[in-house]
């Protein structure tokens, strides 16, 4: 049994809160670069330029990549083998949050009530999901989640009958409804199977993955391409104000389902596919 203390965890959360805001990975700006030299526009080209100049300039100051800081979503790998001591795993990374959001002047954008609508104040409590796997260490990875793209996100439970053609229909509809609401280019996250609950966990999920990287099942990989293929065909665009590029990449995350059942979730996000992750 390993001895991880709850102020570690603190201190790792508080810091990923501040890097996810204002780094990007290698894989958004190989994306990115890839888009620019795809998109034919010119509006489009300047808003994916503009786009890459707010990311430098954030990753240099430090400095929030974009004002919604969002609601902290927190994906927690548990070895089987680590005890936390010194405190609550759950108020560790909470704790975490409210440092890293105060520390990092980050906008407190949680209320405490969805229907009193007061502000915490500090941006707590995160959405935390944990996973017992194997091992004597703890992976964090703190995704700050914005409302402009996660309002545009769904869920439908379809019918075995609709098949891979129905999927790619509500997909579809989801980024058309959504337009530029989302602050394209988008990525989007799609969880099939489950139930009413896994597949949104899926869909969220399938955003963390890097961006370029096909699932390894290669009939799920192709439908990846697929909606990929077909998003960017709608000219919906950078921004939402026309182009090829609508989608930086689709990602797709499955599960066993019902034999009556064939959930659908569509999680989209902005252009900037904010996450960070440490390992104790």
Known sequence: ??????????????????????????????????????????LGRDILQQLQENARLAAGSGEP???????????VEVGQEVHVTGGNLYEAINAGVRQGYLEGYLRKSVVGDPLLRKNTGDNTPAIIHTEIVDGDRLKITVAPKGAGSENMSGVKMLKPADG????????????????????????????????????PYLAKKALLRPLGQRHPLSHVAALEEELL?????TGIGPQGLGGRVTALDVHIEIYPTHI??????????????RHATAIL
């Open 260 to 273: 009556a059942s064939l959930p659908v979730a569509v999680n989209l996000q902005c252009h900037a596919a």
């Open 1 to 42: 049994m390993r001895e991880i203390k709850a102020r570690e965890i603190t201190g790792a959360v508080a810091g990923l809160c501040i890097e996810a805001c204002s780094v990007l990975g290698p894989d958004w700006w190989q994306a990115m670069a890839a888009a620019l030299a795809r998109e034919e526009a010119p």
């Open 164 to 199: 891979v053609a129905g999927i790619k229909k509500y997909v579809l509809q989801v980024v058309e409804e959504a337009g530029g609401n989302p602050c394209p280019p988008i990525v989007a996250g799609v969880g099939i199977g489950g139930n009413l609950e896994k597949a």
């Open 65 to 75: 990549i974009c004002q919604d800081t969002g609601v902290v979503v927190v994906f």
């Open 229 to 233: 293929a077909v998003i960017n065909a």
